[in-house]
């Protein structure tokens, strides 16, 4: 189980014990997902009906119970002063067996499940339990904490699966069912809405720098929910649950604010993990990217109400140079999904595969444009968390500002960690936060990592209320 606090309330993943990542399988073949991608019909609301025992029963059987084990040696527990008199080998370490719980959902008649990375880090041994009373050994395909997504797979036949929904289509009020198995209970099913979509900068998975793109429902869901099943009205899966937020810490309950992975998403993943054996996702090429402000709008010659994503940097031969967007567009929609959030752009791009073109469209200088672009590889070193060797970075994002009593406008990536032989330990420390390089303002590692150049390199840091300049050398 994982918490993260927030002021009085925590956010709580809902997996019980939770487990690093594991590797992938060595063949890729190719999926068969059943997809219905029409939207909800909500004509069917007018009937009133007074029960949904027919939404939920086809699908119950494929929503699985996974069972996780972990052997843990820890260092024996004796007075320091017998370890001198008669040696570690006198006092042998001591073997744990960890065992945690969480729900999954199967999705392919070949046995493919999803269900949280969480649920599944570190596990030595995975069980899977179906609804018919069958228990099967499971093997682990592949993980991406950045998502909290992991995909397992089991072997039998006649298994039940699930229809994918299209998650993007879901609308705030929409009907949805949590099934899992919350506290080891059995399975149990849950009623509520949609009570939000695209919601991000909650700190979820803010340690490994990951895509915050979660569904907020009001279906209660608690601890051992991890990796279950969100359904709509018509029994189609639209997401994966995996945490809550709670005002009991890591014990507390179900306060009606519980978060799903949207299915595009999951999906997504699952189909880079099991046709390639890894997470590959897509790369515009923009940079120093910002929410468009209603005073910026105006100056930019665009209406005040405009929503869209400022770009600030255009590296060169990118993906996004090539389509011929420029510095200070602004982009409105991606493939005629409008959005208003760097975080939105960020996420729909990187769900996407490379080499998969996007139709991008933007407002130049009051003047809308479309372009359309091919999407590349967002590449190791793009992705990596390490901005510098040793020095660990992850977004700057409202939670942590908080945390740093930074201005709420200041922009930046926040070094989280550096380690202790680290040639810049001794300048850098957690907690800074890198506002500029080179000059050059700076609000995403992928972006930092373009600004850096071979030797010398200031960096403009904000600690403490003040703005500080390092020089870094890089070979």
């Known amino acids: 189980m994982k918490t993260r606090i927030t002021a009085t309330l925590g956010l709580v993943f809902l997996g019980l014990v939770s487990f690093p990542a594991c590797r992938a399988a060595e063949t890729h073949p190719k999926l068969d997902l059943k997809v219905d991608s029409s939207p909800l019909d909500a004509t069917a609301a007018k009937s009133r009906p007074t029960s949904f025992a027919d939404v939920v029963e086809p699908v119950q059987p494929a929503v699985v119970s996974v069972y996780s084990s972990k052997t843990v040696t820890q260092r024996a527990r004796v007075p320091e002063i017998f370890r001198q008199f ?3 080998g006198a006092f042998p370490d001591q073997s744990q067996k960890q065992e945690g719980l969480g729900s999954g959902v199967i999705v392919s008649k070949n046995g493919y499940i999803l269900t949280n990375n969480h649920v599944v880090e570190e596990a030595d041994e995975l069980k899977v339990a179906l609804n018919d009373g069958r228990e099967l050994e499971a093997k682990l395909i592949g993980t991406d904490p950045k998502t909290d997504i992991a995909v397992i797979k089991i072997e039998a036949d006649d298994l039940p699966f699930v229809t994918l929904a299209d998650s993007d289509r879901l609308r705030v009020g929409d009907l949805v069912f ?3 198995n919350p506290l080891g209970v059995g399975q149990t099913v849950t009623m509520g809405i ?10 979820i998975l803010a340690e490994q720098g990951g ?3 979660f569904i907020q429902t009001d279906a209660a869901i608690n601890q ?11 029994g189609r899966l639209v997401g994966i649950n995996s945490a809550i937020l709670s005002s009991g810490g890591p014990r507390g309950g179900n306060i009606g604010i519980g978060f799903a992975i949207p299915v ?6 699952l189909t880079s993990l099991v046709e390639t054996g890894s997470v590959q996702r897509g790369y515009l090429g923009v940079g120093s990217i910002k929410d468009l ?5 105006e100056a930019l010659g665009l209406k005040k109400e405009q929503r869209g994503v400022f770009v600030g940097d255009v590296p060169k031969d990118g993906p996004a140079a090539k389509a011929g967007i420029k510095r200070s567009d602004v982009i409105t929609a991606i493939n005629g999904q409008a959005l208003a959030t760097a975080a939105e752009l960020r996420n729909m791009i990187a769900a996407k595969a490379p080499g998969t073109e996007v139709e991008v469209k933007l407002v130049r200088e009051g003047k809308a444009l479309t372009v359309k672009a091919k999407l590349g590889a967002l590449s190791a070193a793009q992705a990596a968390d390490e901005f510098i060797p040793g020095v660990t970075v992850k977004p700057l994002d ?4 908080t945390k740093l009593g930074a201005p709420k406008d200041l922009e930046g990536i926040v070094i989280s960690e550096v380690a202790e032989d680290s040639p810049f330990a001794k300048r850098l420390a957690p907690g800074m936060v890198v506002v500029e390089i080179n000059r050059q303002p700076v609000t995403d590692p992928e972006q930092a990592q373009r600004l850096l150049r071979p030797g010398r390199n200031l960096l403009i840091v904000y600690i403490r209320g003040m703005f500080s300049p390092v020089a870094v050398s890089i070979k």
């Open 194 to 203: 949609v009570s939000a979509t695209g919601r991000s900068n909650l700190g």
């Open 86 to 88: 008669y040696g570690d």
């Open 178 to 180: 949590a099934i899992g």
């Open 224 to 234: 051992g929910n991890s990796g279950g099943a969100l359904i709509d009205g018509q």
């Open 211 to 213: 895509y915050e793109n």
């Open 398 to 401: 409202a939670e942590t500002r």
């Open 293 to 297: 402000k209603p005073e910026e709008a």
């Open 264 to 269: 595009n998403l999951a999906s997504s993943i």
